[in-house]
């Protein structure tokens, strides 16, 4: 399996301001993704982030607000920016693996906005 | 848009018990997946279905697809506390598609 990283674990930010999250794996993949997970909510795709091109988001998020970078075939960053409350969540990234067989995820971001 | 329904949304266990924890579809379904999760931590692949009738185990953890009820089922066998968590199940969006909507999930506690 596919072993995924997810730097910083955890953060404590103030509103306003802005976090790049990194995701590095340890092999090449084709796709990787970015979900979030609200408190005491389930997962929810923000965007595919694509190799060599612009990520492509998912309705109700937009690049202003989640720029991400995807340079290489083992690398991502999302930035989760002007930071308010209401962006405290788990932030995830997720590969696929095994043709479709099998989809992993990173240990997640837990972002506290205060 | 595909939603994904989990019940229970929890349920609390006495070791040694069996559980089982359903997902069900509002369309049509094209693979599913399950995860397990601990608190505040990332997800744990359990296992994935792909067709209709298939069923995979793992150590005591049972799942199944039902393609035609648009459902599917995880099944514990003699539950144990490292069984607790919160389990998952995902679903493609469409066809040969990876984007996964998930449900709301299914909070377990397994009392020793």
């Known amino acids: 399996s596919a072993v995924i990283s997810q730097k910083p674990s955890r953060d404590i930010c103030q509103r306003g301001t802005s976090l790049t999250i990194q995701c590095q794996v340890d092999?090449?993949?084709?796709?990787m993704f970015w979900y979030r997970q609200q408190p005491g909510q389930s997962l929810t795709l923000i965007a595919t982030?694509?190799?060599?091109?612009?990520?492509?988001?998912e309705s109700g998020f937009v690049i202003d607000k989640f720029p991400i970078s995807r340079p290489n075939l083992t690398f991502s960053t999302l930035t989760v920016s002007n930071m308010s409350p209401e962006d405290s969540s788990i932030y995830l990234c997720?590969?696929?693996?095994?043709?479709?067989?099998?989809?992993?995820f990173g240990p997640g971001t837990r972002l506290l906005v205060l | 848009s595909q939603e994904l329904e989990q019940s229970p949304q929890s349920l609390i266990v006495q070791e040694g018990k069996n559980l089982t924890i359903n997902c069900t579809s509002s369309?049509?379904?094209?693979?599913l997946y399950w995860y397990k999760q601990k608190y505040g931590e990332g997800l744990i692949f359990l296992m994935m279905l792909q067709k209709g009738g298939e069923e995979k185990s793992h150590e005591k953890i049972t799942a199944k697809l039902d393609e035609k009820k648009q459902q599917s089922s995880l099944h514990i066998t003699a539950s144990q506390p490292s069984h607790a968590g919160i389990y998952l199940c995902g679903a493609p969006l469409k066809a040969a598609g990876n984007k996964l909507t998930f449900g709301g999930g299914t909070r377990v506690l397994v009392k020793p």
């Open positions: 369309k049509t379904l094209y693979g």
């Open positions: 982030a694509n190799q060599g091109s612009e990520a492509t988001y």
């Open positions: 997720s590969l696929v693996a095994g043709g479709r067989e099998t989809q992993y």
């Open positions: 092999s090449q993949v084709t796709m």
